[in-house]
């Protein structure tokens, strides 16, 4: 979930990958040594060898206290289901017996679930359907005992389950993944200010970076979101030139979402009841598949 922390990082890692497209082992675009950061300047650091005074060059990246605001959005809160990640289990059916197999070299995961035609004499309801979340930990012996124990009846042997009394196996295997809903849409003012111990300094900084965020309207924040970035000024601040160091902040309007994620499973089997009109009045009729007692 993006904050202004992880929009502050990702706009310190933004500025840093135009400054030094090259990577930090090669020249900044300003030809002058720059440290990116997040956050402000402290003492020590003022002060130090590696100071402004000292010839490297600071952009400093913070939210501004106060300069927030809701963006209004008939977002309507809906989940959204971003990637799954494949089964890598699966069960092959023989008569009434359920083989459960797992993928070669593959770590156990996701869904594993099985539905029963079952006969007039059978200890369960027809139709009954359980299904099994598959651990990391698990083997194809303990995901076929996993499921047996929703069949009463059911016998296992190593990673294979028979059931008596049925007459028909529906297997099925899902993935898992993650949805995402947004819940707020807000702008924040941040400031991304220059420090150099120099006007030219300061100058040749600003121009840079300027010119290369100039054609930025989108960046990630450091947990992948999209934020969008609009300029909103620059100001040269020399209050403090008695002591050798020049300012510059350039100020940005960064419009971001606040999200929600939780783990999606894909579904295996339905189930749910309908209301039908008789002569004699509603009835309840049911449909799908029968839940267990143990997962009501």
Not at 36 to 42: A, E, M
Not at 43 to 51: A, F, K, L
Not at 233 to 246: F, H, R, V
Not at 262 to 276: D, I, K, T, Y
Request: proline fraction near 6%; include cysteine; glycine fraction near 10%.
């Amino acid at each position: 979930m993006s904050d202004i922390s992880s929009v502050a990082n990702g706009l310190a890692q933004l500025c840093s990958s135009l400054l030094y497209p090259n990577g930090t082992n090669a020249a900044s675009v300003s030809g002058r040594r720059t440290i990116i950061q997040r956050g402000w300047l402290t003492e020590s650091v003022m002060s130090g060898i590696c100071g402004p005074q000292g010839g490297t060059d600071y952009v400093l990246v913070m939210p501004v206290q106060g300069a927030y605001r809701t963006i209004p959005e008939p977002l309507g809160w809906p989940w959204e289901t971003g990637p799954i990640t494949a089964p890598t289990v699966s069960l092959s059916i023989a008569g009434n017996t359920a083989t459960v197999s797992l993928a070669s070299g593959s770590v156990p995961g996701g869904n594993v679930g099985l539905q029963v035609r079952a006969d007039a004499n059978a200890p369960f309801p027809d139709r009954l359907a359980a299904v099994h979340a598959v651990r990391s930990s698990d083997t194809p012996a303990t995901i076929a005992a996993a499921l047996a124990a929703f069949f009463p009846g059911a016998t296992v042997q190593g990673p294979t389950l028979t059931i008596t009394n049925a007459i028909g196996l529906t297997p099925a295997t899902g993935g898992t993944g993650t949805a995402t809903r947004i819940t707020r849409r807000q702008q924040q003012l941040f400031l991304v200010t220059l420090w150099s111990g120099a006007p030219e300094g300061r100058d040749a900084l600003g121009s840079a970076l300027d010119g290369a965020l100039s054609g930025v309207t989108w960046f990630a924040a450091s947990d992948g979101a999209q934020c969008q970035l609009k300029f909103a000024g620059s100001a040269d601040i020399d209050t403090m030139q008695a002591q050798s160091l020049y300012r510059r902040d350039m100020r940005f309007n960064v419009i971001y979402d606040t999200t929600q994620i939780q783990a999606a499973a894909q579904m295996l089997f339905s189930a749910g009841v309908v209301h039908v009109q008789t002569p004699d009045g509603p009835v309840i009729q049911t449909f799908g598949s029968v839940i267990p007692d143990s997962l009501q």
